[in-house]
């Protein structure tokens, strides 16, 4: 399983890459290998408000179905709207396909997320 440097890490599995004011938001390859083959992703709108711990969205795989946890609060500038048509690119390659961008709009709630280091002891755990 791949953890990735320079992200930070929710124990919901979703994983956060930060550029300047806006997040990248995506799920682990710990989350994706867990699910098998993902079949379908639900979206949020662009606009809406999340709070922290809200559900941003839903993945579906053959095994089951899982929501997507906000790791910050922010705003949705952008649902990777290709996810629609290829669910599976989360499969491929889960850094590379983000789920949402938010706005952040509280930089300290970074702070409260894993490192990689401590997100990979933490999947050991599990």
Same mark, same amino acid.
């Given at each position: 399983?791949?953890?990735?440097? #320079?992200?930070?890490?929710?124990?919901?599995?979703?994983?956060?890459?930060?550029?300047? +004011?806006?997040?990248? @938001?995506? @799920?682990?390859?710990?989350?994706? +290998?867990?699910? #098998?083959? @993902?079949?379908? $992703?639900?979206? &949020?709108?662009?606009?809406? !408000?999340?709070?922290?711990?809200?559900?941003?969205?839903?993945?579906?795989?053959?095994?089951? !179905?899982? *929501? /997507?946890?906000? &790791? /910050?609060?922010?705003?949705? $500038?952008? !649902?990777?709207?290709?996810?629609?048509?290829? &669910?599976?690119?989360?499969? #491929?390659?889960?850094? *590379?396909?983000?789920?949402?961008?938010?706005?952040?709009?509280?930089? +300290?709630?970074?702070?409260?997320?894993?490192?990689?280091?401590?997100?990979?002891?933490?999947?050991?755990?599990?």
């Amino acid at each position: 399983m791949e953890v990735k440097q #320079g992200l930070y890490y929710s124990k919901e599995h979703e994983w956060v890459r930060v550029e300047g +004011d806006q997040a990248y @938001i995506g @799920i682990t390859d710990y989350a994706q +290998d867990s699910l #098998g083959s @993902i079949v379908y $992703v639900e979206l &949020p709108q662009e606009g809406k !408000a999340i709070s922290r711990d809200d559900v941003l969205g839903v993945v579906e795989s053959v095994k089951a !179905a899982s *929501d /997507i946890f906000s &790791p /910050i609060s922010g705003k949705v $500038v952008e !649902a990777n709207e290709a996810l629609l048509d290829s &669910p599976e690119l989360l499969n #491929g390659n889960p850094y *590379d396909n983000y789920i949402v961008v938010l706005s952040i709009d509280n930089q +300290d709630e970074l702070k409260e997320l894993l490192s990689p280091e401590q997100y990979d002891e933490y999947t050991k755990g599990e």
